[in-house]
């Protein structure tokens, strides 16, 4: 009977051990092999809606993205950043006057983000915009710094 041995409880708690830390080394292994394999996902893309939900000639803000989503009289979409280029505050869109303004230092920007009245010296930044599906996607992870507003940042369905 040398066959079946007889195993005392120390010599199984030792085996027991033994084999829960190999598979979790071996866990760990398979688990870093095929994370060096993958490829990262773009992420930032935000879905702000279907194409047909924002009216021509309004803004729409996305506090929780930060920034504004423009709907140009021309149908164009304009996503232009939350924060002031003088010193970051947060702008707020005022609908009666039709500009954005700074409740830190005054700043005021038109509808396309061009500056109105100083401290700040340059545009709000723009975000990239994709249609797609009818869909409105906006890259919150890349803003564009510009100087000025150009023809080229507006997006068209």
Known sequence: MSFIEKITRRRFIKRAILTIVSLELVYVFVKLLK???EQPQPTGLFDAGEVALFDKGKVYPF???RFYLSRLKDGGFLALSTKCTHLGCAV???QK????LCPCHASAFNRRGEVLAPPATRALDVLPITI??????VNTNKPIKRSKH??????YA
Do not use: L, M, P
């Open 150 to 155: 150009n023809r080229s940042q507006i997006s």
């Open 97 to 100: 006057d039709d500009k954005f």
């Open 92 to 94: 707020q869109y005022k």
């Open 132 to 137: 797609a599906n009818g869909r409105v996607w």
């Open 35 to 37: 994370k060096g394999g």
């Open 63 to 65: 506090s929780s993205e």
